[in-house]
């Protein structure tokens, strides 16, 4: 086996499928395509996405890319990013997720992410201005602790200036510059 091929592609491989799927429900969300029983349904997915990643964070503590893959490894991370309803867990697992970085087995862009959605769940301030509330108003951040030095910290995890990540997402979310019947939902910048 070379060191580029993960040691578990099975887990790779259902991390992947999860994180799509989820991710797929969730854009058809955002376009305001789903009733309340698919809404319900993606809820349960959430759950039982967490409650997947929770085992195997217990057997294996963060999927990092040696065990599955950088592919597998986002997956995890988005997983976990939107486990909004188990805050317990979302901090466990950023704990875990940091573990990793220093071992140099996932990306610290990813853990700035984890962190700031952690403290958005827990009703705190972010730290690094990844966390973003869409609604009809527009694209804007979510509350940020000392926002005058916001892009020193963002530098020292390789993120862009706040400013530039903020256009990226209006042009995503806002192409045309409206978020005309857009729920309020909280998105993270892309990673």
């Not at 690094?128 to 030095?149: K, N």
Request: hydrophobic fraction near 40%; glycine fraction near 6%.
């Amino acid at each position: 086996m070379t060191t580029d091929e993960p040691q578990r592609p099975d887990l790779a491989r259902e991390l992947i499928a999860r994180a799509e799927a989820s991710a797929a429900h969730r854009v058809r969300g955002l376009r305001n395509e789903l009733d309340g029983v698919q809404l319900g349904r993606g809820r349960h997915a959430d759950h039982a996405n967490t409650k997947f990643l929770r085992r195997v964070l217990g057997e294996y503590e963060w999927p990092g890319h040696r065990l599955v893959g950088p592919a597998a490894a986002r997956a995890a991370w988005s997983i976990a990013l939107h486990s909004d309803h188990d805050l317990i867990f979302q901090r466990a697992a950023t704990i875990l997720l940091g573990r990793a970085v220093e071992a140099g087995d996932a990306l610290v862009q990813h853990w700035a992410h984890l962190h700031d959605r952690a403290l958005i769940t827990s009703r705190c301030a972010q730290e690094y201005g990844t966390q973003l509330l869409l609604s009809a108003d527009g694209i804007e951040l979510c509350p940020l602790r000392a926002p005058e030095s916001v892009d020193k910290r963002r530098a020292t995890v390789g993120l862009p200036p706040i400013a530039v990540a903020l256009e990226t997402v209006r042009r995503r979310y806002m192409p045309n510059g409206s978020a005309d019947e857009a729920p309020s939902v909280v998105l993270a910048e892309a990673a």
